[in-house]
């Protein structure tokens, strides 16, 4: 399983980013995908997920409204456009695929990172 991140960056607050995960065709199809995050000094937690067929969608509270999880299956990528940024969404951002009773909690897969940083 092979996830690749991409979009990352330096924004100042209230400006948008948009991450990139690609998958392989057998991932892509197989998995729910979504992303977390991990911040300086802190544990990763769950950020966003959708669902195989695209139809479900689920957020953290700190992001709901503010970011939005969507699939492109004619590119098998996820995407997670952000806007709003606050610093407190600085982090490294990982996509992750797994099934959707562990995509949220405890995913087996994950891709390499990628920094959000939030400049106030």
């Known amino acids: 399983v092979e996830l690749v991140e991409s979009g990352g960056g330096l924004v100042q607050a209230g400006g948008s980013l948009r991450l990139s995960c690609a998958a392989s065709a057998a991932t892509y199809s197989s998995y729910a995908m979504g992303w977390f995050r991990q911040a300086p000094g802190k544990e990763r937690e769950f950020v966003a997920l959708?669902?195989?067929?695209?139809?479900?969608?689920y957020y953290e509270g700190s992001v709901k409204g503010r970011f939005t999880i969507s699939r492109d299956n004619a590119k098998n990528t996820i995407y997670l456009q952000m806007d709003r940024l606050e610093p407190e969404d600085t982090a490294v951002y990982y996509c992750?695929?797994?099934?959707?009773?562990?995509?949220?909690?405890?995913?087996?897969?994950w891709g390499q990172g990628t920094q959000v940083t939030v400049t106030s």
């Open positions: 992750v695929a797994d099934s959707i009773v562990l995509i949220r909690t405890a995913p087996n897969y």
């Open positions: 959708v669902s195989w067929s695209g139809e479900h969608t």
